[in-house]
């Protein structure tokens, strides 16, 4: 019986040609997520407990994001666009020749970026399922805020009062001394607006995170899935030309074609590719008000739950700590530790956690 034919599965040009606009989506959502968390931060002796609490919870994911899957990402897409000189550098033929060693590298990149994206999901989820927690927090900071404003009325009446017994006792003492009356109704305005700024910030901060952090979590997830989808397809056409017996002019056409394709378009991607590398230090000097944590198993506690919920799905930290990985890895963290890269080595031992280093 004859072997049935294996369909390659061909990249078009509409595919090609969505690429930067994927990365712009995820360049544009990190700087929308690095100012919502920002806003979280912008006090760091808050009062406000259930604010806090909530917050404490964003920061873990936070540190996931920054220092564990952020890191890779940045790397992968920085070789993604090495990837593209293949295509920019080199002619048909000679292409065709060193089709292997492409493969090879093709499929290291794309097993990465499809862990990464799998991860980025994870967060995802765990940032959405903040959603009911935020509404209750808000409500909450609202009644606080309603308490402090009749504290506050209470407090403009014992300055008022204040006010009348130090000018009754200046009178009294023929200007002398007010017994510090004067000082005690400055203190109670201070009270008052301090209490009103730290709500209206609290208030601010959970907006951002239900308006704005969310959403761009959501939106980089989706973009990073696309940009993971695109390298999929384009190391399965390059994988069955290397391996693929068939030396036709119509495998040798289809080949031509998706050289022809990617010539025309990587200077496009590698400029996207940039322009996602060049926020990289404002991402992470935004995130750097972001404070460790406490929890110091707090990346297995949330490799742990990651596989609760999907017993069935291979664990997440064996995926983290493949070869590709490690291979990946030894250099950024060596560049980490040398002070040539974005990242500091505050973030060293969450990435370490998450590869097994």
């Known amino acids: 019986m004859a072997q049935a034919a294996v369909q390659v599965t061909q990249m078009t040009e509409g595919q090609v040609d969505m690429m930067p606009k994927h990365f712009t989506t995820a360049t544009e959502s990190l700087k929308y997520a690095s100012m919502a ?23 873990d994911l ?54 990464v994206t799998r ?9 959405k399922s903040r959603e009911d927690e935020v509404g209750k927090v808000e409500k909450k900071l609202e009644l606080e805020m309603q308490s402090q404003k009749e504290r506050e009325a209470t407090r403009q009446l014992e300055t008022t009062n204040a006010d009348w017994r130090a000018v009754a006792i200046k009178v009294c003492t ?55 989808g695109f390298f999929q397809v384009l190391t399965n056409d390059v994988n069955d030309f290397a391996n693929r017996g068939d030396h036709t002019l119509a495998m040798d056409e289809k080949k031509r074609q998706h050289f022809t394709i990617l010539k025309g378009k990587a200077k496009r991607i590698q400029n996207s590719c940039d322009e996602f590398i060049f926020v990289a230090p404002n991402f992470v000097s935004d995130l750097q008000v972001v ?24 664990p ?35 990435f370490c956690n998450m590869i097994g280093m």
């Not at 002398?176 to 208030?203: H, S, Y």
């Open 291 to 314: 404070p460790m944590t406490d929890k110091p198993n707090f990346v297995q506690e949330w490799l742990a739950e990651q596989r609760r919920k999907e017993p069935q799905a291979p």
């Open 62 to 115: 936070a540190l996931i994001f920054k220092d564990g899957l952020y890191p890779v990402s940045l790397t992968v897409v920085g070789n993604l666009k090495s990837f593209m000189d293949y295509y920019l550098e080199l002619e048909f033929n000679d292409w065709k020749d060193i089709l292997p060693e492409i493969v090879t590298e093709a499929h290291e990149y794309a097993e990465v970026l499809n862990t």
């Open 37 to 59: 968390l920002r806003t979280c931060y912008c006090q760091s002796g808050c009062s406000q407990l259930d604010f806090c609490k909530f917050r404490d919870g964003l920061r």
């Open 174 to 228: 023929l200007g002398i001394t007010d017994f510090n009356q004067r000082d005690l109704a400055e203190e109670c305005r201070r009270q008052a607006i301090a209490a009103n700024a730290e709500g209206q910030l609290c208030k601010l901060a959970i907006e951002q995170v239900r308006k704005q952090l969310i959403p761009a979590i959501s939106n980089f997830v989706t973009a990073m899935t696309e940009i993971a």
């Open 316 to 350: 997440l930290e064996d995926a983290w700590r493949s070869k590709s990985f490690k291979k990946l890895a030894q250099p950024l963290l060596k560049q980490i530790q040398e002070g040539t890269s974005v990242f500091t080595r505050g973030g060293v031992e969450t």
């Open 119 to 127: 991860s980025y999901t994870c967060i995802s989820s765990d940032f």
